[in-house]
C-alpha cells in the first residue's frame, strides 16, 4: 500500500509491515502480545504472504511452489526467497513457516527500523513505539473517498469487519493472520456479527487461509515453542564469592564478568535467610532482557519496599505495562535534554556561583566536591527550588531505603532510628517545598520543569497518580545530583589518569567559553567530541548503575536455562564492560572504542543507562549535563588526584560511588570565575 502522509512520501508498505503496525497498541507502546514462537511463525506467514502478492511464489493448503526466483529488492524478502528457490524437494507452507520461524526476530527487527525510517512509527527509548503523529493525522483527516490505498491498515480492516467493504486480497491476509494469533478482540470490540464477519473473511483468499492454516498448525506445535531439556542453573561457591578481587574492591561489572567465565550466563547466588538471586550475564542475557525482558519480568516486587518506604502505593519504576507506558510518555518531555539547554544560562550561572565557593589549593573527596556542585544546578533546572541546604540528608534517607529495601544489606528495622526520621522529616519538607512553589500563579512564563509534569498527570488523572503517590517521584528528582555527580567524579578520575585527554577535554572546554558562555549550538557532538567520549568509556569502566533487578512473572527460557515465575534476578547489564568479545581490552581505558571503524558501543553489551523498557529516561539529559560539567570543571580550574591511586577506589552499595578515598585538589585556577 503507498502511504502519503502530507509533506511525507513513503515507500509502499509491505504486508509484513502492515501486520506489525496491526498489531502495535498504542497504550503499552508496544504490540499486541503474541507469545513469541505464535509471533515469529505469523510474521514469517506474513512475509510468505508479501512474497505470494508479488509472485514469486503460490500457496495452495497443500504445498508452496516457487513462481518466480528473481529478487524483489527487499532485504528482508530476498534471503526468504532464495532459501524456498534453493530447496530441491517441493515442500509445503507450515515445512517452511516453521524452517523459517527462527529468522522472524530479524525480520521483526527490520521492519521497524524501516518503519521508523519511513517515519510511520517513532521510537522511544526504552523500546516503545508509538504511531508518528503525522499518520494518525492524516489518517483521521483523510477523505474516507479516496479508497484504501492511502488509508492506515487498522481503518480498512475496521471497514471490511465493520462496514462490510469488501477488503482486497493483501487485507484479507492480515486478518487471516491477526484472527489466528488471536488478538482481533483485543483490537477491535468484536461481537457475535462481527467475528462471523471474520470467519467469513478469513475464508475469502486461498493464499490468506493456506498461510493462517500453517501458521496455526506451527502455533499448536507445543514441542518446538521450547527446548524440552533445560540445564540446571549453577551455584556460584562461597569461595568464588569470597576471593573474587572485584566484587571485594567493589567492582561489580568486572566482578560479575569473572564469575560468567566460570559459571556461564546464568548463574545463581544462595544465601542464608533470603531468597536466592539468579544473575543474568553477557551479551546474549543482555539482549533478552532488552527484547524479551517486557513479557517475561517486572519491577514490582523489588521496588515495593522503597515505594512503602516513601509512602506510595505505586511509582513509575514499580509499575509495568500500559501504565508504566503512560508515566514516560507524560514525563518524557520533562527530562528532555531541551529543558536543558532551554535554560543553559541558568546552568552556567548555578554552576559558577557553586563553584565560586571552593578554595583554590583545598582538597575535597569527590562525593563532597561533585555532589553538591550538581545539586546546585539539577534541583534548580528539575524542581525549580535550592535544596543545598537539606541535600546530604535527603540522600542519606534514600541510600539508606535502597539499601535495605532493594540491596537487602541491612535489617529493616533500620529504616526506624532516630537518625531515619530526622531524614524522612527533611525529605518530606523538601517534597512539600517542591508543592508549594508549583501553584499556577507562581508557575507563569516560567520553563516547564520535571515537577511541573508530574504535577500535570497528577491533574488530568488524579486517580492514576494520585497526591498520595507524589512524594517518591519528587524525591527521586534529588538523586540524580547523586547519580551525575559520583558520574563526574569517576570521568574526572580517569581524565586524571590519563594526561593526554585531559588536556583535549581542557582544550575542547577553552575553545567553547573563549568568546563566551556557548549557546546550544555550540554544543554539538563534534565540538564536545572528546569530552562526551571520555564520558562515555567513564561509563563503561565506571557504571554508577551496574544492574538491574526484576522478578520472573511468567515462566521463561533464557540460554537454555528455565527461570521459575517467582525467581528473583539481577540482570547484570555492565558485565559485559569488561567482555573481551564486546570490549576487546577492556581494562584500558580507551575512548577510540566509541569511534569508527570500531564503534564498540553499538551493541547491547555497552548498557551503562541500563536495557529494556525500564532503562534511563534521563541519559540524554545526563550526558550533556556532565559534559558541561566536565568542561567547566576542566575550563575554571587546573585540578589533580590528591595522591597516586593504584586503582579507582569506589563504593559499590546501592549505587556505585567513589568512595571517601578518592580525592580532588584544586591546583590552580585557570579562568576566573564571573558570578
Ligand atoms: C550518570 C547518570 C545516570 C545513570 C548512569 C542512570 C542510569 C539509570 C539506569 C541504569 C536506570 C534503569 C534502572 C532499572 O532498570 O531499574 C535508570 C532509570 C531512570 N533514570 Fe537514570 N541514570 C542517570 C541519570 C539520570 C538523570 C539525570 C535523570 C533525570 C534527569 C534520570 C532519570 C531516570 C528515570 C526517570 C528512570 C526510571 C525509568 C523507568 O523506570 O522507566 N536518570 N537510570
Not at 488530568?460 to 517521584?473: A, G, H, I, V, Y
Request: proline share 6%; with cysteine.
Amino acid at each position: 500500500m503507498a502511504k502519503s502522509t502530507g509533506a511525507l512520501k513513503t515507500q509502499p508498505l509491505t504486508l509484513t509491515q502492515e501486520f506489525i503496525l496491526m498489531l502495535l497498541n498504542e497504550e503499552t507502546g508496544y504490540f499486541h502480545q503474541v507469545a513469541g514462537w505464535n509471533l515469529n511463525c505469523a510474521v514469517v506467514g506474513a512475509a510468505l504472504g508479501e512474497l505470494s502478492l508479488r509472485s514469486r511464489i503460490d500457496t495452495d493448503m497443500e504445498s508452496l511452489f516457487l513462481v518466480d526466483r528473481t529478487e524483489t529488492g527487499n532485504s528482508a524478502l530476498d534471503p526468504i526467497l532464495k532459501e524456498i528457490a534453493d530447496e530441491p524437494v517441493q515442500r509445503n507452507t507450515q515445512y517452511w513457516i516453521e524452517k523459517l520461524a527462527p529468522r522472524a526476530e530479524s525480520i521483526l527487527d527490520s521492519v521497524l527500523d524501516n518503519l521508523v525510517d519511513q517515519r510511520i512509527l517513532e521510537h522511544h527509548e526504552g523500546d516503545f513505539w508509538t504511531l508518528a503523529p503525522s499518520v494518525w493525522h492524516t489518517d483521521q483527516t483523510s477523505d474516507s473517498q479516496e479508497g484504501a490505498p492511502g488509508e492506515f491498515i487498522k481503518t480498512r480492516i475496521n471497514k471490511a469487519i465493520f462496514l462490510n467493504e469488501i477488503p482486497d486480497p493483501r487485507d484479507i491476509i492480515i486478518i487471516c493472520l491477526v484472527n489466528t494469533c488471536d488478538v482481533l478482540r483485543f483490537i477491535f470490540q468484536l461481537d457475535e456479527a462481527a467475528e462471523k464477519r471474520i470467519e467469513f473473511l478469513c475464508k475469502m483468499d486461498l493464499i490468506g487461509r493456506a498461510i493462517a492454516e500453517a501458521v496455526g498448525q506451527s502455533i499448536v506445535a507445543p514441542s518446538l515453542r521450547r527446548p524440552s531439556l533445560t540445564k540446571p542453573i549453577p551455584a556460584v561457591s562461597l569461595r568464588d564469592l569470597v576471593f573474587n578481587r572485584e566484587l571485594r574492591e567493589g567492582r561489580l561489572p568486572a566482578g560479575f564478568a569473572n564469575l560468567a567465565k566460570k559459571y556461564g550466563p546464568v548463574f545463581e547466588l544462595r544465601l542464608p535467610f533470603r531468597q536466592n538471586i539468579i544473575f543474568l550475564v553477557g551479551l546474549k542475557t543482555n539482549e533478552w532482557a532488552q527484547r524479551m525482558g517486557r513479557v517475561f519480568l517486572r519491577s514490582k516486587e523489588y521496588f515495593e519496599e522503597v515505594d512503602r518506604a516513601y509512602g506510595v502505593s505505586r511509582s513509575m519504576h514499580s509499575v509495568d505495562g500500559a501504565d508504566h507506558f503512560r508515566f514516560r510518555k507524560s514525563l518524557k518531555p520533562a527530562y528532555s535534554p531541551k529543558t536543558l539547554t532551554n535554560r543553559l544560562d541558568d546552568v552556567y550561572d548555578l554552576t559558577r556561583a557553586h563553584m565560586a565557593s571552593w578554595d583554590v589549593g583545598s582538597t575535597m573527596p569527590a562525593q563532597v566536591m561533585l555532589r553538591p556542585l550538581l545539586n546546585a544546578q539539577s534541583s534548580p533546572l528539575l524542581a525549580s527550588i535550592d535544596t543545598q541546604d537539606e541535600i546530604v540528608d535527603a540522600l542519606k534517607y534514600k541510600v539508606r531505603v535502597l539499601n535495605v529495601g532493594i540491596m537487602k544489606m541491612m535489617p529493616r528495622f533500620m529504616l526506624k532510628t532516630p537518625g531515619m526520621r530526622r531524614w524522612a522529616k527533611v525529605t518530606q519538607k523538601i517534597v512539600d517545598r517542591m508543592q508549594s512553589t508549583h501553584t499556577a500563579a507562581q508557575r507563569v512564563g516560567m520553563h516547564e520543569d520535571v515537577v511541573d509534569a508530574y504535577l500535570a498527570l497528577h491533574a488530568t488523572d488524579p486517580q492514576f497518580l494520585p497526591e498520595s503517590d507524589l512524594s517518591l517521584p519528587l524525591g527521586a528528582i534529588l538523586m540524580t545530583a547523586m547519580y551525575m555527580g559520583d558520574q563526574v567524579g569517576f570521568a574526572l578520575y580517569w581524565l586524571l589518569q590519563n594526561p593526554e585527554l585531559y588536556e583535549r577535554v581542557t582544550a575542547e572546554a577553552d575553545a567553547l567559553w573563549a568568546e563566551g558562555d556557548p549557546r546550544e549550538d555550540d554544543l554539538s557532538l563534534d565540538r564536545i567530541d572528546v569530552t562526551h567520549r571520555v564520558l562515555m568509556e567513564a561509563l563503561r569502566m565506571s557504571p554508577i548503575a551496574p544492574f538491574s533487578m526484576r522478578t520472573v512473572m511468567n515462566t521463561c527460557v533464557v540460554e537454555g536455562f528455565e527461570l521459575p515465575v517467582g525467581a528473583q534476578l539481577v540482570i547484570a547489564q555492565t558485565a559485559t564492560h569488561y567482555s573481551e568479545e564486546v570490549f576487546p581490552d577492556p581494562w584500558t581505558f580507551d575512548i577510540e572504542r566509541y569511534a569508527p571503524p570500531r564503534n564498540e558501543h553499538l551493541s547491547r553489551g555497552y548498557a551503562p543507562f541500563g536495557l529494556g523498557t525500564h532503562s534511563c529516561l534521563g541519559s540524554r539529559w545526563a550526558n550533556l549535563h556532565m559534559a558541561i560539567n566536565l568542561l567547566m570543571l576542566t575550563h575554571h580550574f587546573k585540578i589533580e588526584l590528591a595522591r597516586p591511586y593504584k586503582r579507582l577506589p569506589m563504593d559499590p552499595y546501592p549505587s556505585q560511588s567513589p568512595s571517601n578515598k578518592l580525592k580532588f585538589r584544586l591546583a590552580e585556577l585557570r579562568h576566573e570565575i564571573r558570578v
